[in-house]
Protein backbone atom coordinates (compact mmCIF):
# COMPACT_ATOMS: atom_id res chain seq x y z
CA UNK A 1 0.00 0.00 0.00
CA UNK A 2 1.05 3.43 -0.72
CA UNK A 3 0.21 7.44 0.52
CA UNK A 4 -0.02 10.92 -0.62
CA UNK A 5 1.69 13.23 0.66
CA UNK A 6 1.35 17.00 1.30
CA UNK A 7 5.36 17.55 -0.41
CA UNK A 8 4.07 14.91 -3.22
CA UNK A 9 3.75 17.39 -6.31
CA UNK A 10 7.28 16.04 -7.66
CA UNK A 11 5.93 12.69 -6.96
CA UNK A 12 4.71 10.07 -9.48
CA UNK A 13 4.01 7.55 -6.44
CA UNK A 14 3.17 7.05 -3.01
CA UNK A 15 5.38 6.46 -0.22
CA UNK A 16 5.52 2.58 0.42
CA UNK A 17 4.18 1.62 3.84
CA UNK A 18 7.23 0.44 5.53
CA UNK A 19 8.88 3.40 4.46
CA UNK A 20 6.11 5.53 6.44
CA UNK A 21 6.59 3.51 9.10
CA UNK A 22 10.12 4.33 9.70
CA UNK A 23 9.91 7.64 8.89
CA UNK A 24 7.13 9.31 10.70
CA UNK A 25 7.37 10.88 13.91
CA UNK A 26 4.11 11.15 14.87
CA UNK A 27 4.14 9.43 17.87
CA UNK A 28 7.10 11.01 19.52
CA UNK A 29 6.17 14.96 18.19
CA UNK A 30 2.37 14.80 19.20
CA UNK A 31 3.73 15.79 22.25
CA UNK A 32 5.11 18.92 20.72
CA UNK A 33 1.09 20.29 19.65
CA UNK A 34 0.99 23.14 22.08
CA UNK A 35 4.27 24.47 21.03
CA UNK A 36 3.65 23.96 17.05
CA UNK A 37 0.65 25.74 17.41
CA UNK A 38 1.70 28.65 19.41
CA UNK A 39 4.66 28.49 16.86
CA UNK A 40 2.30 29.01 14.17
CA UNK A 41 0.11 31.94 16.05
CA UNK A 42 3.07 33.62 16.09
CA UNK A 43 4.03 33.64 12.54
CA UNK A 44 0.36 34.23 10.92
CA UNK A 45 0.79 37.54 13.36
CA UNK A 46 3.62 38.48 11.87
CA UNK A 47 2.80 37.42 8.45
CA UNK A 48 -0.15 39.30 8.87
CA UNK A 49 2.01 42.95 10.72
CA UNK A 50 4.37 42.50 7.73
CA UNK A 51 1.50 42.92 4.90
CA UNK A 52 2.61 39.10 3.93
CA UNK A 53 -0.46 37.98 5.00
CA UNK A 54 -4.45 39.42 5.33
CA UNK A 55 -5.63 40.38 8.63
CA UNK A 56 -8.67 38.57 8.08
CA UNK A 57 -6.74 35.88 7.04
CA UNK A 58 -4.33 35.70 10.30
CA UNK A 59 -7.87 35.76 12.54
CA UNK A 60 -9.14 32.72 10.46
CA UNK A 61 -5.64 31.01 11.02
CA UNK A 62 -5.45 32.18 14.68
CA UNK A 63 -8.87 30.86 15.35
CA UNK A 64 -8.68 27.81 13.47
CA UNK A 65 -5.23 26.88 15.31
CA UNK A 66 -7.38 27.10 18.59
CA UNK A 67 -10.03 24.83 17.39
CA UNK A 68 -7.33 22.53 16.55
CA UNK A 69 -5.89 22.94 20.02
CA UNK A 70 -9.17 22.03 21.86
CA UNK A 71 -9.64 18.64 19.54
CA UNK A 72 -6.46 17.29 20.54
CA UNK A 73 -7.35 17.92 24.11
CA UNK A 74 -10.63 16.66 23.93
CA UNK A 75 -9.16 14.16 22.24
CA UNK A 76 -11.17 14.21 19.44
CA UNK A 77 -8.46 14.97 17.04
CA UNK A 78 -7.56 12.12 14.34
CA UNK A 79 -3.70 11.76 14.56
CA UNK A 80 -2.40 10.60 11.01
CA UNK A 81 0.65 8.88 10.64
CA UNK A 82 0.99 8.97 6.38
CA UNK A 83 0.80 13.39 7.54
CA UNK A 84 3.91 12.26 8.98
CA UNK A 85 4.65 14.36 12.01
CA UNK A 86 2.91 17.10 14.28
CA UNK A 87 3.60 19.96 11.79
CA UNK A 88 1.75 18.53 9.10
CA UNK A 89 -0.84 16.93 11.19
CA UNK A 90 -2.02 20.35 12.73
CA UNK A 91 -1.35 21.90 9.34
CA UNK A 92 -3.48 19.66 7.64
CA UNK A 93 -6.55 19.90 10.15
CA UNK A 94 -6.26 23.96 9.90
CA UNK A 95 -7.14 23.59 6.33
CA UNK A 96 -9.75 21.07 6.85
CA UNK A 97 -11.56 23.62 9.23
CA UNK A 98 -10.61 27.13 7.52
CA UNK A 99 -10.01 26.51 3.90
CA UNK A 100 -7.69 28.36 2.09
CA UNK A 101 -6.34 30.32 4.41
CA UNK A 102 -4.51 27.67 6.24
CA UNK A 103 -2.63 27.36 2.94
CA UNK A 104 -1.06 30.43 3.73
CA UNK A 105 -0.18 29.37 7.26
CA UNK A 106 3.43 28.35 5.85
CA UNK A 107 4.55 30.95 3.64
CA UNK A 108 8.07 31.88 4.41
CA UNK A 109 8.38 28.74 7.01
CA UNK A 110 10.10 25.54 6.46
CA UNK A 111 9.44 22.22 9.13
CA UNK A 112 13.43 22.86 9.38
CA UNK A 113 12.85 25.86 11.12
CA UNK A 114 9.72 25.15 12.34
CA UNK A 115 10.58 21.75 13.86
CA UNK A 116 13.77 23.51 15.63
CA UNK A 117 11.38 26.05 17.63
CA UNK A 118 8.92 23.47 18.77
CA UNK A 119 11.61 21.58 20.40
CA UNK A 120 12.96 24.85 21.98
CA UNK A 121 10.03 26.10 23.52
CA UNK A 122 9.36 22.61 24.55
CA UNK A 123 12.84 22.16 26.22
CA UNK A 124 12.37 25.60 27.91
CA UNK A 125 9.42 24.94 29.52
CA UNK A 126 11.25 21.45 31.01
CA UNK A 127 14.09 22.96 32.22
CA UNK A 128 12.18 25.59 34.25
CA UNK A 129 9.96 22.66 35.71
CA UNK A 130 13.27 20.62 36.57
CA UNK A 131 14.80 24.43 37.92
CA UNK A 132 11.69 24.45 39.98
CA UNK A 133 11.86 21.10 41.60
CA UNK A 134 15.16 21.96 42.25
CA UNK A 135 14.26 24.82 44.38
CA UNK A 136 12.13 22.46 46.15
CA UNK A 137 14.45 19.82 47.09
CA UNK A 138 17.04 22.58 47.87
CA UNK A 139 14.27 23.65 49.97
CA UNK A 140 13.61 20.27 51.85
CA UNK A 141 17.18 19.92 52.36
CA UNK A 142 17.57 22.93 53.93
CA UNK A 143 14.87 22.54 56.53
CA UNK A 144 16.09 19.32 57.14
CA UNK A 145 19.87 20.94 58.09
CA UNK A 146 18.03 23.18 60.01
CA UNK A 147 16.45 20.69 62.47
CA UNK A 148 19.89 18.38 62.48
CA UNK A 149 22.18 21.18 63.19
CA UNK A 150 23.65 19.15 66.42
CA UNK A 151 23.36 15.86 65.35
CA UNK A 152 26.26 14.11 64.66
CA UNK A 153 27.94 11.54 62.65
CA UNK A 154 30.53 9.78 61.11
CA UNK A 155 31.93 11.97 58.00
CA UNK A 156 33.35 9.69 55.33
CA UNK A 157 36.25 9.39 53.28
CA UNK A 158 36.95 6.06 51.01
CA UNK A 159 33.54 5.18 52.48
CA UNK A 160 36.02 4.81 56.03
CA UNK A 161 34.48 6.59 59.21
CA UNK A 162 37.00 9.61 59.04
CA UNK A 163 36.52 12.72 61.28
CA UNK A 164 33.10 13.36 62.66
CA UNK A 165 30.23 16.14 60.99
CA UNK A 166 26.73 17.57 61.32
CA UNK A 167 23.94 15.87 59.66
CA UNK A 168 23.25 19.94 58.65
CA UNK A 169 26.83 20.10 56.86
CA UNK A 170 25.93 16.40 55.15
CA UNK A 171 22.71 17.53 53.97
CA UNK A 172 23.95 21.08 53.00
CA UNK A 173 26.87 19.50 50.45
CA UNK A 174 24.04 18.08 48.44
CA UNK A 175 22.26 21.53 48.43
CA UNK A 176 25.58 22.95 46.98
CA UNK A 177 25.27 20.21 44.11
CA UNK A 178 21.27 20.91 43.41
CA UNK A 179 22.64 24.91 43.33
CA UNK A 180 25.30 24.62 40.61
CA UNK A 181 22.68 22.15 38.70
CA UNK A 182 20.21 25.34 38.92
CA UNK A 183 22.47 27.92 37.88
CA UNK A 184 23.63 25.49 34.91
CA UNK A 185 19.88 25.37 33.79
CA UNK A 186 20.08 29.42 34.13
CA UNK A 187 22.87 29.57 32.15
CA UNK A 188 21.54 27.27 29.60
CA UNK A 189 18.26 28.56 29.04
CA UNK A 190 19.95 31.50 27.45
CA UNK A 191 20.77 29.54 24.60
CA UNK A 192 17.49 27.59 24.46
CA UNK A 193 15.61 30.42 24.22
CA UNK A 194 16.50 31.69 20.72
CA UNK A 195 14.23 31.89 18.29
CA UNK A 196 14.68 29.92 14.75
CA UNK A 197 12.16 30.68 12.71
CA UNK A 198 12.84 32.94 9.60
CA UNK A 199 15.39 30.38 8.99
CA UNK A 200 13.01 29.09 6.67
CA UNK A 201 14.71 25.44 5.00
CA UNK A 202 18.48 26.78 5.82
CA UNK A 203 18.99 30.44 3.70
CA UNK A 204 16.69 32.36 4.92
CA UNK A 205 13.68 33.71 3.41
CA UNK A 206 12.31 36.50 0.46
CA UNK A 207 9.41 37.07 2.45
CA UNK A 208 9.96 40.22 4.60
CA UNK A 209 10.12 38.09 8.01
CA UNK A 210 10.07 39.77 11.10
CA UNK A 211 12.09 37.14 13.37
CA UNK A 212 12.28 40.00 16.30
CA UNK A 213 8.39 40.24 16.46
CA UNK A 214 7.86 36.46 16.61
CA UNK A 215 10.61 35.87 19.05
CA UNK A 216 8.93 38.16 21.40
CA UNK A 217 5.82 36.52 20.85
CA UNK A 218 6.56 33.68 21.71
CA UNK A 219 8.81 35.28 25.06
CA UNK A 220 11.82 34.18 24.01
CA UNK A 221 14.79 36.85 24.18
CA UNK A 222 17.34 36.41 21.70
CA UNK A 223 16.62 34.99 17.39
CA UNK A 224 18.98 33.16 15.18
CA UNK A 225 22.00 34.72 13.50
CA UNK A 226 22.40 32.02 11.28
CA UNK A 227 20.14 30.42 9.23
CA UNK A 228 21.70 27.47 8.55
CA UNK A 229 23.41 27.16 12.30
CA UNK A 230 19.27 27.70 13.30
CA UNK A 231 17.75 24.56 11.66
CA UNK A 232 20.72 22.36 12.66
CA UNK A 233 21.79 23.71 15.85
CA UNK A 234 20.93 21.02 18.62
CA UNK A 235 23.61 22.10 21.16
CA UNK A 236 20.81 23.06 23.45
CA UNK A 237 19.56 19.91 23.52
CA UNK A 238 23.00 18.46 24.23
CA UNK A 239 22.93 21.04 26.89
CA UNK A 240 19.73 20.23 27.96
CA UNK A 241 20.61 16.26 28.70
CA UNK A 242 24.22 17.30 30.14
CA UNK A 243 22.20 19.30 32.87
CA UNK A 244 19.80 16.16 33.28
CA UNK A 245 22.53 13.83 33.63
CA UNK A 246 24.36 16.16 36.10
CA UNK A 247 21.28 16.10 38.05
CA UNK A 248 20.79 12.27 38.16
CA UNK A 249 24.15 11.86 39.03
CA UNK A 250 23.69 13.72 42.35
CA UNK A 251 20.37 12.47 43.10
CA UNK A 252 21.80 8.93 42.16
CA UNK A 253 24.80 9.97 44.57
CA UNK A 254 22.09 10.54 47.39
CA UNK A 255 20.08 7.58 46.74
CA UNK A 256 23.28 5.55 47.19
CA UNK A 257 23.65 6.81 50.68
CA UNK A 258 19.97 6.51 51.79
CA UNK A 259 20.63 2.73 50.48
CA UNK A 260 23.75 2.48 52.54
CA UNK A 261 22.05 4.46 55.67
CA UNK A 262 18.91 2.36 55.36
CA UNK A 263 21.05 -1.43 55.89
CA UNK A 264 20.70 -2.12 59.05
CA UNK A 265 24.50 -1.63 59.94
CA UNK A 266 24.49 1.81 59.34
CA UNK A 267 20.82 1.95 60.37
CA UNK A 268 21.36 6.04 60.28
CA UNK A 269 17.75 6.50 58.25
CA UNK A 270 14.78 4.83 58.16
CA UNK A 271 12.74 5.63 54.83
CA UNK A 272 8.91 5.94 55.16
CA UNK A 273 6.77 3.67 54.53
CA UNK A 274 5.46 5.06 51.64
CA UNK A 275 8.46 5.16 49.91
CA UNK A 276 9.77 1.69 50.61
CA UNK A 277 8.58 -2.18 49.44
CA UNK A 278 8.88 -5.54 51.47
CA UNK A 279 9.62 -8.66 50.08
CA UNK A 280 7.61 -11.24 48.66
CA UNK A 281 8.93 -13.68 50.27
CA UNK A 282 11.33 -12.18 53.31
CA UNK A 283 8.83 -10.44 55.57
CA UNK A 284 11.16 -8.57 57.35
CA UNK A 285 12.68 -6.68 54.53
CA UNK A 286 11.73 -2.77 53.71
CA UNK A 287 13.60 -2.49 50.25
CA UNK A 288 14.74 0.61 49.16
CA UNK A 289 13.57 0.17 45.68
CA UNK A 290 12.84 4.39 45.43
CA UNK A 291 16.55 5.16 45.73
CA UNK A 292 17.63 2.01 43.58
CA UNK A 293 15.34 2.81 40.66
CA UNK A 294 16.76 6.28 40.89
CA UNK A 295 20.08 5.20 40.83
CA UNK A 296 19.10 2.76 38.02
CA UNK A 297 17.50 5.22 35.77
CA UNK A 298 20.36 7.82 35.99
CA UNK A 299 22.21 5.33 33.32
CA UNK A 300 19.51 6.12 30.65
CA UNK A 301 19.70 9.64 31.07
CA UNK A 302 23.92 9.95 30.64
CA UNK A 303 23.10 7.63 27.61
CA UNK A 304 20.41 9.88 25.81
CA UNK A 305 23.53 12.33 26.21
CA UNK A 306 26.03 10.03 24.38
CA UNK A 307 23.72 9.06 21.68
CA UNK A 308 22.42 12.56 20.81
CA UNK A 309 26.12 13.49 20.39
CA UNK A 310 26.57 10.46 18.17
CA UNK A 311 23.89 11.75 15.89
CA UNK A 312 25.28 14.97 15.64
CA UNK A 313 29.07 14.80 15.45
CA UNK A 314 28.95 12.86 11.30
CA UNK A 315 26.21 15.59 10.23
CA UNK A 316 27.41 18.34 7.77
CA UNK A 317 25.03 21.67 7.54
CA UNK A 318 22.34 22.02 7.30
CA UNK A 319 19.53 19.72 8.64
CA UNK A 320 19.23 16.33 7.45
CA UNK A 321 16.42 13.72 8.73
CA UNK A 322 19.01 12.38 11.36
CA UNK A 323 17.58 15.42 13.40
CA UNK A 324 14.46 13.87 14.07
CA UNK A 325 16.32 11.52 16.25
CA UNK A 326 17.00 14.25 18.82
CA UNK A 327 13.56 14.10 20.25
CA UNK A 328 12.86 10.85 22.23
CA UNK A 329 16.11 10.58 23.74
CA UNK A 330 15.29 14.35 25.63
CA UNK A 331 11.28 13.40 26.14
CA UNK A 332 12.77 9.87 28.08
CA UNK A 333 15.14 12.01 29.87
CA UNK A 334 12.43 14.86 31.19
CA UNK A 335 10.26 11.68 32.04
CA UNK A 336 13.11 10.59 34.81
CA UNK A 337 14.94 13.42 35.91
CA UNK A 338 11.27 15.31 36.05
CA UNK A 339 9.74 12.01 38.26
CA UNK A 340 12.94 11.52 40.15
CA UNK A 341 13.36 15.23 41.37
CA UNK A 342 9.24 15.31 42.13
CA UNK A 343 9.78 12.05 44.25
CA UNK A 344 12.95 13.11 45.74
CA UNK A 345 11.87 16.08 47.10
CA UNK A 346 8.90 14.45 48.67
CA UNK A 347 11.17 11.63 50.09
CA UNK A 348 13.67 13.89 51.43
CA UNK A 349 10.45 15.72 53.89
CA UNK A 350 9.69 12.39 55.51
CA UNK A 351 13.01 10.88 55.96
CA UNK A 352 13.09 9.76 59.64
CA UNK A 353 17.08 10.39 60.68
CA UNK A 354 18.25 7.97 63.25
CA UNK A 355 20.31 10.19 65.41
CA UNK A 356 21.40 8.20 68.31
CA UNK A 357 22.53 5.26 65.16
CA UNK A 358 24.56 7.93 63.69
CA UNK A 359 26.40 8.89 67.36
CA UNK A 360 26.73 4.86 68.13
CA UNK A 361 28.91 4.68 64.71
CA UNK A 362 30.58 7.97 65.73
CA UNK A 363 31.72 7.02 68.75
CA UNK A 364 32.91 3.24 67.17
CA UNK A 365 35.47 4.24 64.56
CA UNK A 366 38.27 6.30 66.19
CA UNK A 367 37.24 9.47 64.51
CA UNK A 368 38.77 11.62 67.10
CA UNK A 369 42.12 10.47 66.14
CA UNK A 370 42.95 13.48 64.77
CA UNK A 371 42.22 15.48 67.49
CA UNK A 372 44.46 13.56 69.39
CA UNK A 373 47.30 14.18 66.73
CA UNK A 374 46.35 18.09 66.90
CA UNK A 375 46.35 17.75 70.74
CA UNK A 376 49.90 16.74 70.42
CA UNK A 377 51.21 19.05 68.03
CA UNK A 378 49.63 22.06 70.03
CA UNK A 379 51.80 20.42 72.73
CA UNK A 380 55.09 20.75 70.54
CA UNK A 381 55.36 17.35 68.59
CA UNK A 382 56.08 17.58 64.67
CA UNK A 383 52.88 16.52 63.02
CA UNK A 384 54.09 13.30 61.33
CA UNK A 385 55.23 12.45 64.94
CA UNK A 386 52.03 13.50 66.83
CA UNK A 387 50.44 10.83 63.68
CA UNK A 388 52.72 7.75 64.70
CA UNK A 389 51.79 8.19 68.45
CA UNK A 390 48.04 8.42 67.57
CA UNK A 391 48.50 5.46 65.79
CA UNK A 392 49.55 3.62 68.46
CA UNK A 393 47.68 4.93 70.81
CA UNK A 394 44.49 4.02 68.58
CA UNK A 395 45.93 0.50 68.46
CA UNK A 396 45.93 0.04 72.16
CA UNK A 397 42.50 1.62 72.29
CA UNK A 398 41.28 -0.96 69.84
CA UNK A 399 43.01 -3.65 71.84
CA UNK A 400 41.04 -3.16 74.69
CA UNK A 401 37.95 -2.96 72.45
CA UNK A 402 37.31 1.17 73.85
CA UNK A 403 37.70 4.34 72.37
CA UNK A 404 40.60 6.94 72.62
CA UNK A 405 38.02 8.88 74.73
CA UNK A 406 37.94 5.57 77.23
CA UNK A 407 41.63 5.33 78.03
CA UNK A 408 42.41 6.16 81.24
CA UNK A 409 45.28 9.22 81.32
CA UNK A 410 47.72 6.36 82.63
CA UNK A 411 47.47 4.01 79.60
CA UNK A 412 48.01 7.28 77.19
CA UNK A 413 50.96 8.43 79.41
CA UNK A 414 52.28 4.95 78.96
CA UNK A 415 52.71 5.49 75.40
CA UNK A 416 53.37 9.36 75.10
CA UNK A 417 54.33 11.92 78.90
CA UNK A 418 52.69 14.28 76.81
CA UNK A 419 49.27 13.60 77.45
CA UNK A 420 48.04 15.19 80.30
CA UNK A 421 44.23 15.72 81.54
CA UNK A 422 42.99 18.22 79.05
CA UNK A 423 43.23 15.71 76.45
CA UNK A 424 39.95 14.46 77.38
CA UNK A 425 38.60 17.72 76.27
CA UNK A 426 40.69 17.63 72.90
CA UNK A 427 38.82 13.61 72.25
CA UNK A 428 35.41 14.97 72.67
CA UNK A 429 33.25 14.37 69.40
CA UNK A 430 31.07 18.00 69.84
CA UNK A 431 34.74 19.96 70.75
CA UNK A 432 35.94 18.18 67.37
CA UNK A 433 33.63 19.35 64.96
CA UNK A 434 33.06 22.87 66.91
CA UNK A 435 36.70 23.87 66.50
CA UNK A 436 36.01 23.16 62.79
CA UNK A 437 35.15 27.67 62.68
CA UNK A 438 36.83 28.27 59.47
CA UNK A 439 34.66 29.22 56.79
CA UNK A 440 32.79 26.35 54.51
CA UNK A 441 33.67 23.79 57.31
CA UNK A 442 31.37 21.69 59.91
CA UNK A 443 31.18 24.02 62.72
CA UNK A 444 28.66 25.08 63.90
CA UNK A 445 29.08 28.99 62.83
CA UNK A 446 30.19 27.92 59.45
CA UNK A 447 27.06 25.79 58.70
CA UNK A 448 24.95 28.39 60.49
CA UNK A 449 26.23 31.11 57.50
CA UNK A 450 26.38 28.22 55.08
CA UNK A 451 22.37 28.31 55.89
CA UNK A 452 21.67 31.94 55.98
CA UNK A 453 23.46 32.49 52.69
CA UNK A 454 21.46 29.33 51.01
CA UNK A 455 17.83 30.55 53.12
CA UNK A 456 18.83 34.15 51.17
CA UNK A 457 19.42 32.68 47.49
CA UNK A 458 16.59 30.49 47.62
CA UNK A 459 13.87 33.07 48.67
CA UNK A 460 15.55 35.25 46.08
CA UNK A 461 14.87 32.61 43.57
CA UNK A 462 11.82 31.72 44.45
CA UNK A 463 10.19 34.88 44.43
CA UNK A 464 11.60 35.07 40.75
CA UNK A 465 9.73 32.19 39.87
CA UNK A 466 6.75 33.02 40.86
CA UNK A 467 6.79 35.57 37.92
CA UNK A 468 7.01 31.98 35.95
CA UNK A 469 10.77 32.31 34.82
CA UNK A 470 14.02 31.47 36.56
N1 LIG B 1 9.91 15.35 11.79
C1 LIG B 1 10.99 16.19 11.38
C2 LIG B 1 12.01 16.31 12.50
O1 LIG B 1 11.71 15.96 13.58
C3 LIG B 1 10.46 17.54 11.05
C4 LIG B 1 11.27 18.27 10.05
C5 LIG B 1 11.18 17.60 8.75
N2 LIG B 1 11.87 18.29 7.72
C6 LIG B 1 12.14 17.77 6.55
N3 LIG B 1 12.77 18.49 5.72
N4 LIG B 1 11.78 16.55 6.26
O2 LIG B 1 13.12 16.73 12.29
Redesign the pocket.
Known amino acids: MTHKKMWDGRFSGGIHELVLNYTE?TAV?RCFYKQDIEGSKAHARMLAKQGVLSEADCGKIVQGLELVSAEIEQGTFVWRKDL??V?MNVEQRLTELIGSAGEKLHTGRS??DQ?ALDFRLYAAEKIDAWARSLLEIMRSLTKRAREHRQTLLPGYTHLQPAQPVTLAHHLLAYVQMFKRDFQRIEDCRKRVRVSPLGAAALAGTTYPLDPEYTAGLLGFEQVFANSMDAVSDRDFVLEGLFVAGVIMTHLSKFCEELILWANPLFGFVRLPDAFATGSSIMPQKKNPDVPELMRGKTGQVLGELYSLFTVLKGLPLS?N?D??ED?PGFIRADGIVDGSLRIMSAMIQALEFDAEKMEQAMRSGFLNATELADYLVAKGLPFRRAHRITGRLVALAESKGLGLEDLSLEDMRWISDLVEADVFKALDYQAAVDRRRAPGGTGSDPVASQLQEIETWLCEKEASFSGGSV
Request: hydrophobic share 15%; charged share 45%.
Open positions: SDEDHRNVYRLQK
